[in-house]
């Protein structure tokens, strides 16, 4: 399975950036979608994951700042970002979790410059 990420970059602090992941359609339909992150040097966290009915999950760090949604029509989940800090610097990885059965797509870096 191959979940397709994009949108990363470099932004000054108090920027925004708009993350997208592209999953196949029978993927998208009945798992849970999310954006991990992992930091040099750190284990790799949670971001924020939302359900096939849009109930939504943020880890505290990014709460107010990152908005998580779905693109039902084109099979995207996407992720906001806004009011960057340093700290947000990282590799962001989508997610796919169903049951017992992961999938990840390949990682794209955010650089946020102080």
């Known amino acids: 399975v191959q979940l397709q990420a994009s949108g990363g970059g470099l932004v000054q602090a108090g920027g925004s950036l708009r993350l997208s992941c592209a999953a196949p359609r029978d993927i998208f339909s009945i798992y849970l979608m999310g954006w991990y992150r992992q930091a040099p040097g750190k284990q790799r966290e949670l971001v924020a994951t939302?359900?096939?009915?849009?109930?939504?999950n943020y880890a505290d760090t990014v709460k107010g700042r990152f908005t998580i949604s779905r693109d039902n029509d084109k099979n995207t989940v996407n992720l906001q970002m806004n009011s960057l800090k340093p700290e947000d610097t990282a590799a962001y990885y989508c997610?796919?979790?169903?049951?017992?059965?992961?999938?990840w797509g390949q990682g794209t870096l955010v650089t946020v410059s102080s």
């Open positions: 939302i359900t096939t009915s849009g109930v939504t």
């Open positions: 997610n796919a979790w169903f049951s017992s059965t992961n999938y």
